[in-house]
T-cell receptor, first 115, second 111 residues
């Protein structure tokens, strides 16, 4: 079965640079989520989109922005990178359909290292 | 985690033994989901239990939910070395709502 696809898997950036992460949700899933997981920490919710509209916002820094495109893929843009942004970034998707059960499936994550 | 907690934080057992971990949360929920994460890897969905369910099984996994105590437990029976991972509970509201993660339990299964 198709899973959530994230790219790139690994990314190294310098401080103050910009990074863009991409996510391709499971086909026919209508909701996309972004999470950030620091070393040894729980995943923290950043932002979500339902049918291409932002649906919820968590602890996402103002330096970060995200959007969902017409083909349902999503991108997380991170600017003015700081050392503390080094983390594993997850994209996840779900379907809100009546028979979906609302299981949320996660991708393998994108490792961002800021040096 | 301020949203929820898991205990124990770490668990070391011998292959063949059972592993039990608990999760507590603080809000009303629609469902609770358990995930496994191997070191530095993705979150693998294990099981979802809805707020109107009390127990659910999947293979060697058994999950319980007590909404009156705002707690859930995950039992892995007859553990294997391949079960070594971190296990997270995550809970959410209505369909489409985000999940809030608990603290995670690191499980080491020794062969």
């Amino acid at each position: 079965a198709a899973g959530v696809i994230q790219s790139p898997r690994h990314l190294i950036k310098e401080k103050r640079e910009t990074a863009t992460l991409k996510c391709y949700p499971i086909p026919r899933h209508d909701t996309v989520y972004w999470y950030q997981q620091g070393p040894g920490q729980d995943p923290q919710f950043l932002i979500s989109f339902y049918e291409k509209m932002q649906s919820d916002k968590g602890s996402i820094p103002d330096r970060f922005s995200a959007q969902q495109f017409s083909d349902y893929h999503s991108e997380l843009n991170m600017s003015s990178l700081e050392l503390g942004d080094s983390a594993l970034y997850f994209c996840a998707s779900s379907s809100t359909g009546i028979f979906s059960g609302n299981t949320i499936y996660f991708g393998e994550g994108s490792w961002l290292t800021v040096v | 985690s301020q949203q929820g907690e898991e205990d124990p934080q770490a668990l070391s057992i011998q292959e063949g033994e059972n592993a039990t971990m608990n999760c507590s949360y603080k809000t009303s929920i629609n469902n609770l989901q358990w995930y496994r994460q191997n070191s530095g890897r993705g979150l693998v969905h294990l099981i979802l239990i809805r707020s109107n369910e009390r127990e659910k099984h999947s293979g060697r996994l058994r999950v319980t939910l007590d909404t009156s105590k705002k707690s859930s437990s995950l039992l892995i029976t007859a553990s294997r070395a391949a079960d070594t991972a971190s296990y997270f509970c995550a809970y959410g509201g209505a369909a489409g709502n985000k999940l809030t993660f608990g603290g995670g339990t690191r499980v080491l299964v020794k062969p």
